[in-house]
């Protein structure tokens, strides 16, 4: 992790880990995600060794939510690094954009950096997260550090996970539409009914995520209810289920090639929703609540 607050310090960080990736035997070239300014100030303080080296906006990389950010790097690592995932890779999230729009967008980003750790385990990848206090902020970079191995307060993922968890949900609204066995069996089609305000095209990813989420191994058993309702240009959807989802990375670790869309559960309805909240209920069982917006 590599924290700074001058491109002089930048540059410090950056141009040692580009040349360890230049040097590496058997890797493809070193990447560098991060914000353009800073991309140009690495360009040229490489000079001619540029020239081997990836350059990308992070606005292009760190697209939508950050379950799309997971589905990118994993799609990144399967194509364009080497075996067993060797490549260098120097990352620096939009802070300055959605990642720090608000508290609730941190709190996802943060959780997308803790999980980072446990997705791509298995790979050789080697990573430096790059944090700029002039747009993160020092208390997004407090933060943040507990998502990385190599500080003094790193925090295992899973328990990071589970504290942002801790902050309580907004209760459903009293109009929303609870529907109970055997209602339960129309819920894509009232989904799609309820999404019809956000148009077309937007009413069919929503009831295709629902869909999806009811295909988990978690939903198999009977649901005990759902919920529908609508917040401003969003549809929100809730499942309540009798078992109990303990897996820190349910919805986020990428399906075998093979599986077609019907069959992708949880990541699916990951990647279209702007948020997918799993919390434990006190009354036994898990809630999974899905937000799509517009």
């Known amino acids: 992790m590599a924290v700074f607050g001058s491109d002089g310090d930048f540059l410090a ?32 303080a490489l000079g001619p060794d540029a020239k081997a080296v990836g350059f990308i906006p992070h606005a292009e990389w760190y697209t939508g939510s950050a379950a799309n950010a997971i589905a990118q790097g994993a799609g990144f690592l399967a194509t364009g690094a080497g ?3 060797r490549i260098h890779l120097l990352m620096e999230p939009q802070w300055a954009g959605r990642a720090g729009s608000s508290a609730r967008e941190t709190t996802e980003w943060i959780r997308y950096e803790a999980l980072a750790n446990l997705l ?11 944090y700029d206090t002039r ?27 589970r504290e942002l968890d801790t902050v309580a949900l907004p209760p459903p609204p009293p109009e929303a539409e609870r529907l109970i066995a055997p209602e339960v069996s129309t819920l894509s089609e009232r989904a799609r009914a309820r ?27 009977p649901l005990t209810e759902a ?21 820190p990375l349910a919805g986020f670790v990428p399906p ?13 309805t990951r990647q279209v929703c702007a948020y997918v909240d799993i919390r434990d209920r006190e009354a036994g069982g898990s809630l999974i609540r899905m937000q799509y917006a517009r």
């Open 83 to 85: 075996p067993g995932g």
């Open 13 to 44: 960080a950056a141009l040692p880990f580009i040349a360890e990736g230049l040097a590496a035997p058997g890797e493809p070239p070193p990447v560098a995600i991060a914000d353009p300014v800073r991309l140009g100030l690495l360009r040229e």
């Open 195 to 221: 999404a019809r305000g956000l148009g077309p095209a937007d009413s069919e990813l929503f009831a295709a995520a629902v869909a999806s989420a009811l295909l988990t191994e978690a939903t198999a058993s």
């Open 227 to 247: 919920l529908l309702w609508g917040e401003g240009r969003s549809c929100v959807c809730e499942l309540r289920t009798p078992a109990r989802i303990g897996d």
């Open 120 to 130: 791509f385990a298995p790979f050789a990848v080697t990573v430096l997260c790059a």
């Open 135 to 161: 747009t993160a902020g020092h208390a997004i970079v407090d933060v943040a550090r507990r998502a990385h191995p190599d500080t003094p307060v790193y925090e295992e993922p899973a328990r990071l996970v």
């Open 256 to 268: 075998a090639p093979e599986v077609g869309p019907s069959g992708q559960g949880l990541w699916f």
